[in-house]
């Protein structure tokens, strides 16, 4: 299949970026301190971000949900008395 330019440019647009910057002066330490453990265990910074990402909203009980009827997105808060989606 050959590159297609409007292919490209459609799915950056249904993508979602974040970018994280360590800086001299400020927090470069940690950043090498991140780099490093990066190498160490031979992850991407991207699934160790996703990662902890997705671990602290879960631990905060922070989940979207969609409507079936006008498929808007939104958010629900989970309390300790209830189950999440997986756990049922």
Request: aromatic share 10%; net charge negative.
């Amino acid at each position: 299949m050959a590159y297609s330019k409007e292919a490209q440019k459609r799915y950056r647009e249904k993508s979602i970026q974040f970018a994280v910057n360590y800086r001299p002066g400020t927090d470069i330490k940690e950043g090498e301190r991140l780099k490093g453990y990066l190498d160490q265990t031979g992850q991407t910074a991207n699934s160790y971000i996703k990662a902890l990402i997705k671990a602290d909203l879960d631990c905060k009980g922070f989940m979207m949900i969609e409507s079936e009827q006008t498929g808007n997105v939104g958010h629900i808060d989970i309390t300790d008395d209830d189950k999440l989606p997986w756990e049922e």
